[in-house]
């Protein structure tokens, strides 16, 4: 996304004071330890928070999802990327292009149906599409970008 840069000024991101579910690693101007910005569920709960209802192929029923939407946390970090690798606990990694990262997009969900998810409930972090939204997100490619139990993200 580079003719649209999300932050071009460095800057210290507040310390996580809980356990960190995210790190965000490459790419990026705004930190809070080496290279890196850290984020517990508190951070990621004062960023711009968005709620998704919609079906997915992994779940029962239409589902609520609120999480942080790819494009604000981009702006959070700071960078100029072009796409972003993410990777799950279990080393699992996806590459998300920046295309994807649009208001209205994809968001990293920390809530399902109003509840923390565990990681035996695809959590702590899921990346979800609003998959009934439009033909695109329903389609192998996005089913694939859904990456599930998510702990880090390096912008490329």
């Given at each position: 996304?580079?003719?649209?840069?999300?932050?071009?000024?460095?800057?210290?991101?507040?310390?996580?004071?809980?356990?960190?579910?995210?790190?965000?690693?490459?790419?990026?101007?705004?930190?809070?330890?080496?290279?890196?910005?850290?984020?517990?569920?508190?951070?990621?709960?004062?960023?711009?928070?968005?709620?998704?209802?919609?079906?997915?192929?992994?779940?029962?029923?239409?589902?609520?999802?609120?999480?942080?939407?790819?494009?604000?946390?981009?702006?959070?970090?700071?960078?100029?990327?072009?796409?972003?690798?993410?990777?799950?606990?279990?080393?699992?990694?996806?590459?998300?292009?920046?295309?994807?990262w649009v208001d209205g997009g994809p968001i990293i969900a920390y809530l399902?149906?109003?509840?923390?998810?565990?990681?035996?409930?695809?959590?702590?972090?899921?990346?979800?599409?609003?998959?009934?939204?439009?033909?695109?997100?329903?389609?192998?490619?996005?089913?694939?970008?859904?990456?599930?139990?998510?702990?880090?993200?390096?912008?490329?």
């Open positions: 996304m580079a003719s649209a840069p999300f932050g071009t000024q460095a800057a210290d991101l507040a310390a996580p004071e809980g356990d960190v579910l995210l790190t965000v690693t490459g790419a990026i101007t705004n930190t809070n330890a080496d290279n890196a910005a850290r984020f517990d569920r508190k951070m990621l709960e004062a960023l711009p928070a968005v709620t998704i209802r919609t079906s997915t192929i992994w779940t029962e029923g239409v589902q609520t999802f609120t999480g942080v939407q790819l494009i604000d946390l981009a702006a959070a970090v700071g960078t100029d990327a072009d796409e972003l690798r993410a990777m799950a606990v279990n080393d699992y990694a996806v590459t998300i292009p920046g295309e994807d399902n149906n109003g509840a923390p998810m565990s990681l035996r409930d695809k959590g702590p972090l899921w990346v979800i599409y609003p998959y009934d939204s439009k033909p695109a997100y329903q389609s192998e490619v996005a089913y694939s970008r859904s990456i599930w139990q998510l702990d880090r993200i390096e912008m490329e």
